[in-house]
């Protein structure tokens, strides 16, 4: 009797520590798929439709994230949430609780960074973002995005690195590793071909396979291959036809198959597409979401349009992130990031890529005690980054006029209050949002004050020239999500501007006195017209909060500008072979370039175009001064394992310490495609280095980096034949050539997909 019972007991016993085990049952690394069984339709369906952040209220642990996911708190699911950006972490300054602050650091703008072409840089600002969420608890970071400027009138420009893909993957990649590092996720944007504003939500981006491969996609290849982000976000727009959030060619295809992406894929913001079409594309969480979006997944699921396997991949893609997340890892508000030590490095790296483009006679740098008479309405009230998701809320932000005078610069008194007042006028007359608080008006509605008009003040501007030693002008421009650029006023100078520049430049110079213009612009403007007039020319981008003082760090020597253009200047927009299909703001409201835009300048974008069929431009892609010169000598290059390894040396053959960019270009032997006359391939970085100090940099790449997309077979190619290898310090200033003999053709064969809709009558072009 006792032998019958023990096992029964036993029997009992094991089965109620299950049941006790099983209610217990708490998410991690082991048990994902018993969680995913046993979780119901409907709580798989939320976990899947995200909920929208908010600015100010308890809405969750972070107010102000963009948003964050559903929490089963009974299986350990935690929470997490998701904030942008590019520049910075964006929330609201202040906790939930109401017991600590949360400003973050606003660094420069993404062309900015791009303009460093220093990869340690982008690592370290990475790195820094990833302090100041890990320190307020935030999951994710909406960031880097990394669409290719395909045209400067795009709205979105300032948020993006480059018009070439090789540099925007390879910064993209570094920040996404800082980032990374600190255990905080990314989300690599906006997958894919997101290059206007206009029509945005709607519009097919009808563009070749090849150009879509070579120019869209590469820059997403490079940052998947080389940094796994740990999220993807869709973009808004179509691609062959099909929104780029429910298309599995891309999705599927092109980046889980081909580039073995194991991450989540989520969507753009508030813009509701079909959700079942949706998961069976590829995406796995839609954000910020809202309720029809579960009931479409649990009828979905219900009526066989949505099967369990799709369903249960995009749970588990969520489940796994959130394993990694600071929220899960028992996140805990300790102490506040160290901020003064982030502003430094955003200094840093504002100073680090600014654009020298013009010094003649060595104007600059200026020495402090300089009096200077300040001009533009920008120098008072100074832009430290664009608008929409991309801004960050800072504490402060500092102003040129504040940046120069700090730098022991003297202003002129009288020029200042004038402007001052004006300044302090213009914000109150064109403030829409009196009611806000002070870090809202700061960071959310800083107006862009319109320039002021000298026309009726000769004499002002006479005074100031007898009075100060040199003129500084500053021009500014807005830019923002919500819209693309117009060319009056914005691509173009406006009539104020033109007469500032023209009248300033004119009475300093007839009393033999220099002026330089600093550009508070971050974007591609019209130059030609007025380049030659002043001295000096430093394209300061949007250098985030410490504006001011990095402008006046390269003003004053204090930093020599080491920054290169990321794209090209070109003489006038009707250069730009995508003008011709690109939207006009306002004019420009369905139909060609709003519904449907043909991409037919296909891979002629930026200089591959202006440097093979030589056309003249303002200022070449790479292109940027410094204080001091360097040469370059001993270019080499060997095969080391499967990869090509270039050195050259870069002394600095000047007067002043400085740092020099080396990019290699690569042009290929004749091939079935007609190619850019030279392409990047790699480029580096010198530390900096004192007058007659040397160093040898190492650029590598591999054949595959050589390739072509060829459409009609699907497959990459490298033709064998010869190469050329050309080192420069700008895409039309090679400083040294070596050439490369590749000796078989090598092929990778890849997926026939992402056709667009209907052949677009692309642009050919004939190699000089
Ligand atoms: C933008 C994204 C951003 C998201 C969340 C969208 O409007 O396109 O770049 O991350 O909002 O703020």
Known sequence: MKKAIIPILYTFLFSVGNIFADNNLQLD????????????LEQKARLLVGSQGCDTGISHIVPGAA???????????????????????????????KQYTTYCTCFPSTTALAATWNKDIAFLEGSAIGDE?????????LTPGINIMRNPLCGRNFEYFSEDPYLSGIMGSAMIKGIQEKGIGTSLKHFVANNQQT?????????????????????????????DPWTVMGSYNKIGGKYTQANPELLKTILRDEWGYKGLVMTDWYKKRNTADQLNGGTDLMMPGEQSQIDEIIKGVKDGRISQAILDNSVKNLLELILKSVSYNGWKYNQAPDLQKNAELARHIAAEGMVLLKNDSSFLPVSQNTKIA??????????????????????????????????????????????TKYVEFQNDFLDKHPECTDWEKLSYNGTVIPEMNLSKAESIIEQEARNSDIALIVIGRGSGEESDRRLEGDFYLASAEKFMIEQVIDRFHSLGKKVAVVMNVCGVMEMNSWKDKPDAILLAWFPGQECGNAIADAISGKVNPSGKLPMTFPVDYSDIPSSRNFPIVGQTKSGKDFDYTNYEEDIWIGYRYFNTANVDIAYPFGYGLSYTQFSFSQ????????????????????????????????????SPVTKPSAELKAFGKTRELKPGESQIIELQFTDYDLASFDENNSAWYTSKGKYMLFFGSSSRDFKATIPLSIKKDKCWKVNDVLKPVEKVNIMTLSTK
């Open 133 to 141: 969420a890990n320190a307020y608890g935030v999951d994710i970071i």
């Open 199 to 227: 029509g945005k939500l709607y519009n097919d981006a009808r563009i070749s396979q090849r150009a879509l491969r070579e120019i869209y996609l590469k820059g997403f290849e490079i940052c998947i291959k080389n940094s």
């Open 67 to 97: 948003g964050y996911t559903y929490s089963i708190d009974s299986l350990g699911i935690f929470s997490i949430n998701l904030a942008d950006g590019p520049v910075g972490v964006r929330i609201t300054p202040e906790s939930s609780n």
């Open 29 to 40: 690394n082991k048990n994902i798929n018993d969680i995913i069984s046993r979780l119901t």
């Open 374 to 419: 300040l001009f533009g309405a920008t120098a008072y009230k100074s832009i430290a980054g664009g608008t929409g998701s991309s801004n960050v809320n800072k504490a402060h932000i500092i102003d040129i006029s504040t940046g120069l005078e700090n730098a022991g610069y003297q202003l002129n008194g009288r020029l200042k209050r004038l402007y």
């Open 635 to 670: 270019p080499k290059i060997e095969r080391k394992n499967d990869k090509w390894v270039a050195t050259i040396k870069i002394t600095n053959s000047g007067n002043t310490s400085g740092k020099e960019v080396v990019q290699l270009y690569i042009s290929a032997p004749a």
